[in-house]
């Protein structure tokens, strides 16, 4: 609120409009703009106040404080890209195992796609084998029914049925042997993919013990990054106490403007405005407000 506005609001007191609370609204609102203003003009001017010997202790603390800051943000960016750079080094470890575990997995597919073939061809041995113990028996029973029947003439049906009875029992003992021959060979398929399961679990195991240190490291140097990041946030914290102090500063001597602080308030000329137009405002709104509250 400026002069003219005073003025006005001064006008509508007297017919009646009051508006005690809209005024000290206006009060409570402005002083934390007057606060905030104050405080960027602290953060804005304090470099230049190293010639202000009132505020020098202040100066000299921010300016230690900012040092710091610089001296840790150049510590943790250093930190960072050597993080960075271990971690791409980790990520080409990890990829080169992948890819060698890739490999092996690949061979393993291989290995058991050997085996399952194995093991359809025992299953087609075997539906052949039972057909061929199916018709040994049913040729058994036959051989035994003629032998009965002696004198009928039925000798050449005798010895043919004993020779394709011989024949099944050959076919027999070779379908027995090619299951036996099939099956080792298929638990040695079965053993060599099971190996390389161990050969996968090593490559892993081999990975993590050649990356223990470089992961170790990265973990440390994190932490660092982390408790440079609080340091960094502290010595804020300090520096904008110190900064609105100066702001303050400025701004209680702005109606005096003493000849050290003019070049600062010239320079932050439209922040020093705004403080003295705040203040003013926050002046009529409390005169305002306490004239409707009689």
Known sequence: MNAFGFFIA????????RRERFR???VTRETQMLAETQDMLGRLAWPSMGSVEMMSGEYWQLRDFHDQQDELRATSERLTRENEEEQERLYLLEDAVEDEIDVLRKRKQTMMAKATGINEEVESIK????ETRRRFGSLKSKLDV????????????IERTRTVLAELKDVHSRDLEQITRLENEMKSVEEEA???DGEIYDCRARFKADTAELVAEIGRRSKQIAEISAKIGSLETHKNELAFQMGQFL????DENPEALRPIMKRF???????QYLR????FNQRLARRSGR
């Open 251 to 254: 701004s209680s001597h702005i």
């Open 269 to 275: 000329g439209p922040l020093v405005d705004r403080i």
């Open 10 to 17: 001064r006008i509508a007191w007297q017919v009646g409009v």
């Open 146 to 157: 003629l032998k009965k029947q002696s004198g009928e003439g039925y000798e050449p049906e």
């Open 280 to 283: 003013r405002s926050i002046h």
């Open 24 to 26: 000290w609204n206006a």
């Open 194 to 196: 099971l190996a390389v």
């Open 127 to 130: 539906i052949h084998d039972a």
